[in-house]
């Protein structure tokens, strides 16, 4: 089978099941697709996101990434440090860590064995333009070169399948298209699979294939 991710039925509620967010989600990810989640403030992309991930339960429904099952918890944390890198809104870099320490935190997490990581750690810092900042303090750097740190950190373990939430929702209009850019290039240049949620109609539609929430349900797509 060549799904990457695949959903199927997921329903999401908060505060004890009064707040309902996903209604009843079904959608699956070919390997090495780059899709766009997009929809209005409030509708569910960062839970999807989220459940995806295994950062949250889902209520029920089924959930596989890269042939895991995410709903069952055992195999969840490996599952999320071995196979998924994930880009927050807000960079979650730790601000009094240099960007070389901050991102080198993925492979310690997964036990500090590739021996190739300083290589990769440079290799990527270049491709990004952060390279001349890694051993300043992420406190010290630019929204910009924060989120490409970002960038750098979720593909330290060359993830199968990368989830972007809003990527480049905290940068001005200039950075915000050069980011935007790169996160395509590195994952094409990878054959790596992408998911990242968006409410900006225009980046959305430079991925494959643009799948629209509304209200916690798919409503359709764009390719
Ligand atoms: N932890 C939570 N507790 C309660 N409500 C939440 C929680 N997380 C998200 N929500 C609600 O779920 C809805 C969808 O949120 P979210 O997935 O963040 O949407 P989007 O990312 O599309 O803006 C919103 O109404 C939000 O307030
Ligand atoms: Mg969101």
Not at 67 to 90: A, K, N, P
């Amino acid at each position: 089978m060549n799904k990457q991710v695949l959903v199927e039925d997921v329903w999401k509620s908060f505060d004890r099941g009064r707040i309902e967010v996903l209604k009843g989600v079904t959608f699956t990810v070919p390997k090495g697709e780059i899709v766009a989640l997009c929809g209005t403030s409030g509708c569910g992309k960062s839970t999807l996101l989220n459940v995806i991930s295994g950062l949250e339960e889902v209520d029920r429904g089924k959930i596989r990434v890269a042939g895991f099952d995410v709903v069952e918890e055992s195999t969840r944390i490996d599952l999320l440090r071995h196979h998924i890198g994930y880009v927050f809104q807000f960079h979650h870099l730790m601000p009094d860590l240099t960007l070389a320490e901050n991102c080198l935190v993925p492979l310690i997490a997964t036990g500090g064995q590739r021996a190739d990581g300083l290589a990769r750690l440079h290799e990527l810092a270049t491709a990004t333009g952060v390279e001349h900042r890694l051993g300043q303090r992420v406190r010290e750097l630019s929204g910009g070169e924060r989120q490409r740190g970002a960038l750098v950190r979720s593909l330290m373990n060359d993830p199968e399948l990368l989830l972007c939430d809003e990527p480049t929702g905290a940068l001005d209009e200039k950075n915000r298209a050069k980011v935007f850019d790169l996160l395509l290039d590195l994952v094409r240049a990878r054959g790596r699979t992408l998911v990242l949620a968006t409410h900006d109609l225009e980046l959305a539609l430079r991925c494959d294939r643009t799948v629209k929430m509304r209200d916690g349900r798919i409503e359709g797509e764009v390719r």
